[in-house]
């Protein structure tokens, strides 16, 4: 069965450097998303991502965070400037189509982020 | 805004019966989703719904109502490896991404 792959499956780094997660979605998915998950928090919204753009953002997305579509089939999210705070469980999720709910998302295993 | 509400933590013993719920304000909403998820894994799919009722999927149902704002997940003939978090999702087609709550962490007790 397809699945979403993410590397690494453990990223250390020290505050104020660049990290890179890669994920590759299911090959026939064309929306993508990152989530993330703070210890003992919920998963939140990041960013949704269709068409070589980004089709929407929360609020924790902010200038730091960026996301591209390098070739055909890896997503990936940089973070510019990590901070403390960046240190959570990132998921990554496709879904074949938008419109309508019965194509669900289907979450990689995640990366654990961690900044010291 | 978008509020999602379920129990913190629930307590049920193996073999038993639980319900869990979760009740929904949001802006948009095209479908409900409910999750699992071990601890330091992803979230995995168990079920959806869009119209009213109930969905069966084996030990697993589903049940919503739209106009309550409600819905609940039924875990029947409890395992232990059934202890998990338990996560409701609305999926907001025109914001095209999934809110979650909070999750409900769930302990099956022999």
């Known amino acids: 069965e397809p699945e979403v792959t993410q590397t690494p499956s453990h990223q250390v780094t020290q505050m104020g450097q660049e990290v890179i997660l890669r994920c590759v979605p299911i090959?026939?998915?064309?929306?993508f998303y990152w989530y993330r998950q703070i210890l003992g928090q919920k998963v939140e919204f990041l960013v949704s991502f269709y068409n070589n753009e980004i089709s929407e953002k929360s609020e924790i997305f902010d200038d730091q965070f960026s996301v591209e579509r390098p070739d055909g089939s890896n997503f990936t999210l940089k973070i510019r400037s990590t901070k403390l705070e960046d240190s959570a469980m990132y998921f990554c999720?496709?879904?074949?189509?938008?419109?309508?709910?019965?194509?669900?998302?289907?979450f990689g295993p995640g990366t654990r982020l961690t900044v010291l | 805004g978008q509020n999602i509400d379920q129990p913190t933590e629930m307590t049920a013993t193996e073999g038993a019966i639980v319900q869990i719920n979760c009740t929904y304000q949001t802006s948009g909403f095209n479908g409900l989703f409910w999750y699992q998820q071990h601890a330091g894994e992803a979230p995995t799919f168990l079920s959806y719904n869009v119209l009213d009722g109930l969905e069966e999927k084996g030990r697993f149902s589903s049940f919503l109502s739209r106009s309550k704002g409600y819905s609940y997940l039924l875990l029947k003939e409890l395992q232990m490896k059934d202890s998990a978090s338990y996560l409701c999702?609305?999926?907001?087609?025109?914001?095209?991404?999934?809110?979650f709550g909070d999750g409900t962490t769930l302990t099956v007790k022999p």
């Open positions: 999720a496709s879904r074949r189509t938008s419109g309508s709910p019965i194509d669900t998302q289907y």
């Open positions: 090959s026939n998915h064309l929306y």
């Open positions: 999702a609305v999926w907001d087609t025109n914001a095209g991404k999934s809110t």
